[in-house]
């Protein structure tokens, strides 16, 4: 099937297992369906609160870094089809970019957490196979130390903090993201497909590209996205649902996404009415945050606002009643039909 067969909208829920299945050639495919349709539109605005900065980038812009990342893992690092990568960035737009890449080569990602123990991030690298990492820049020595002797160890890319992600890797650890990527090609022909694996999620094999899609269609149907709706997601992007709800989902609808890479619960209103934010899926912990800021539901802008959501679980009851008390949008229930097809 070609890009162009990919179905108009995102995958509707049916049938006793609660999704249908997808006829699709990839989410490699998916992306240059997505770049074509909607070109210079934006898809990813990314804040980092930390050094005032706002990145926005557009579905072109997007796919072209994908095709620079994943000639980099291609060219550069070796890294064939079906092989594995760990990702140890945190919640950055660079990161989002790594993925997508990644899937786009027919690569399965290993996302970990950007606090995760170096040893144990080490160990769960050599457990998953993964012939590279691309790590923070802040995390780098520990984790080269911990993963051993260059020569034995995957490749390593470090991620630097700044808008193009350089850092100041010396060249005998890790090549620097934001000094070779940009100088990769443009063009990319996608790998892999639907069979492909995504997302390594345990020793005994992870979730395919087609299961990522479909519980991603699953969540965009249920939060109606569409591709005029933005989404802010608060969900880590090392967790499964994170990936699926906040990366996957509203780029599959053609919408755009908001991310940060913390979550400030005292900006969370001024950012959904300054963003046009539709939809927002936030962890329990940031609902309880909301909630205990300072400001006033009187003078709130919830502008084209219409749901608010907790995941992976729902909000508990205490938390729900609590937040429609307070605020006039309440925390939307979570149907148990869309995180059966959760990975």
């Known amino acids: 099937m070609q890009a162009d067969q990919l179905p108009e909208e995102p995958p509707t829920p049916t049938g ?48 072209n870094w994908t095709a620079k990342i994943a000639n980099l893992l291609v060219e550069e690092l070796d890294i064939a089809e079906g092989a594995r990568v760990a990702v140890v960035v945190g919640n950055t737009w660079r990161g989002v970019a790594i993925s997508f890449a990644c899937w786009r080569a027919g690569i399965a990602l290993l996302p970990l957490d950007l606090a995760t123990p170096a040893g144990t991030a080490a160990e769960l690298v050599r457990d998953g196979g993964c012939g590279a990492v691309f790590v923070a820049e802040e995390r780098l020595a520990e984790m080269a130390a911990a993963l051993g002797p260059a020569q034995g160890r995957p490749s390593l890319v470090a991620v630097g903090g700044g808008l193009l992600g350089r850092s100041s890797a010396e060249p005998t650890t890790a090549l620097d993201f934001g000094t070779v990527v940009p100088s990769m090609g443009d063009m990319f022909d996608a790998a892999g497909g639907p069979a492909s694996e995504a997302l390594v999620t ?4 992870g979730t395919t590209q087609v299961d990522l899609l479909v519980a991603a269609g699953s969540i965009a149907a249920w939060l109606r996205l569409r591709d005029t709706d933005r989404l802010l997601s608060g969900l880590p992007a090392h967790q499964l649902t994170g990936v699926a709800a906040g990366l996957v989902a509203p780029f599959a609808a053609g919408g755009g996404v908001v991310l940060s890479r913390g979550f400030d619960p005292g900006t969370f209103w001024k950012r959904v009415a300054d963003e046009k934010v539709a939809a927002a899926l936030l962890l329990r912990e940031q609902a309880e945050a909301v909630l205990g800021a300072a400001a006033e539901a009187g003078g709130l802008d919830l502008g084209r606002l219409r749901t608010v959501a907790c995941a992976p679980e729902p909000a508990p009851e205490a938390l729900a009643a609590a937040w429609a008390e307070r605020f006039p949008l309440p925390l939307s229930p979570t149907p148990a039909s869309v995180w059966e097809a959760r990975l």
């Open 202 to 205: 345990g020793p005994g094999g």
């Open 16 to 63: 006793a297992a609660g999704h249908r299945t997808l006829q699709v050639a990839g989410i490699g495919a998916l992306i240059q369906r997505q770049m074509g349709r909607y070109g210079d539109k934006p898809f990813l605005t990314h804040y980092d609160d930390g050094r005032g900065e706002r990145v926005e980038l557009s579905y072109r812009t997007f796919e």
